[in-house]
């Protein structure tokens, strides 16, 4: 696996959630010999024991199950743990959602009927926004526990703990519920993971602003996801792709700052997508290539 990415010409990968406890130690090796870098660790990584993997296996935010809270928290220290191990820089969470999933069904298949904009799509959105706001607050208090106590192990670590932006309604934290977590925590050591793919859906659905997103909270992101959406919500496609809607010179002011950059193709993308994919990232951002930035992973 690692082979095929840096004769692809990468020197820095980030370690996703499906990846075994086998293939950790392996990577572990490679790290060690100095043949990659480990830019980030997207929890709960690496797999469980008994096999199950997936980004939202555990939740800190649920309340009415205060077990699998305390479970969720101690899978992402031992995240955190390994991402150490490897020298990496960040971890990657998805928080938790809230139980509005039938509205969100309804707003997909509005969009998927190209309905967007229409009063169908405004009473829908107004619905689901009214569920979520009746919901959402033992989430968040939850959240925040869960925070008070994650966030002096990560910073013993060293390394950044990012919330991921979800590109459904019922992900956990919305743009609103992640300021108020920013200035709630100041920590070094938290900030928002941003993925522009998903961050573009909720654009294309009409929950936010993608541009004013990216800027309101630049100086506390500490990671990006990057891969372009095609219609209103088909993401993970590999730009430049026709049709795509993500604008991807809204990044070039994070380019300062040393965090991640990682391209997230979806499965089975081929290698000359994704080689593509980074010499256009590059050359819109007048870099060197890919592998030639000290401080980016694409």
């Known amino acids: 696996m690692l082979r095929e990415i840096c004769d692809l010409g990468f020197d820095s990968v980030e370690l996703g959630y499906a990846l075994t406890r086998a293939q950790a130690e392996g990577v572990r090796e490679w790290v060690d010999a100095g043949h990659v870098e480990v830019s980030s660790v997207h929890a709960f990584c690496p797999g469980s024991i008994d096999g199950k993997t997936g980004p939202e296996l555990f939740s800190i935010t649920n309340q009415s199950?205060?077990?699998?809270?305390?479970?969720?928290?101690q899978a992402v220290k031992?995240?955190?743990?390994?991402?150490?191990?490897v020298g990496a820089k960040a971890v990657v969470l998805?928080?938790?959602?809230?139980?509005?999933?039938?509205?969100?069904?309804k707003l997909e298949k509005i969009a998927d009927k190209g309905l967007l904009d229409t009063p169908k799509h405004t009473r829908v959105m107004e619905r689901m926004m009214a569920a979520r706001d009746r919901r959402v607050k033992d989430n968040l208090d939850t959240l925040c526990e869960s925070l008070n106590e994650l966030l002096p192990y990560f910073e013993k670590l060293g390394i950044a703990l990012g919330l991921e932006n979800l590109p459904t309604y019922d992900g956990i934290p919305n743009e609103p519920e992640m300021q108020i977590l920013l200035d709630s925590f100041p920590s070094p050591s938290f900030g928002c993971w941003h993925d522009s793919g998903h961050a573009q859906v909720r654009h294309n659905l009409g929950l936010t602003h993608h541009a004013g997103i990216?800027?309101?909270?630049?100086?506390?992101?500490?990671g990006l996801h990057l891969h372009d959406v095609v219609r209103a919500a088909s993401d993970h496609h590999m730009p430049p792709v026709e049709g795509g809607t993500v604008n991807f010179k809204i990044f070039s002011p994070l380019l300062v700052k040393d965090i991640p950059f990682v391209l997230e193709p979806s499965r089975g993308t081929d290698e000359t997508s994704v080689k593509r994919a980074a010499e256009f990232l590059c050359r819109l951002w007048e870099l060197g290539g890919a592998g030639d930035d000290d401080d980016k992973t694409i």
Not at 65 to 73: A, V
Not at 78 to 85: D, K, L, P, V
């Open 65 to 73: 199950d205060k077990d699998g809270t305390k479970r969720g928290i």
């Open 78 to 85: 031992e995240t955190g743990e390994f991402a150490y191990s």
């Open 214 to 222: 990216v800027s309101r909270f630049s100086d506390r992101i500490v």
């Open 94 to 105: 998805h928080a938790g959602r809230v139980a509005i999933r039938r509205h969100v069904k």
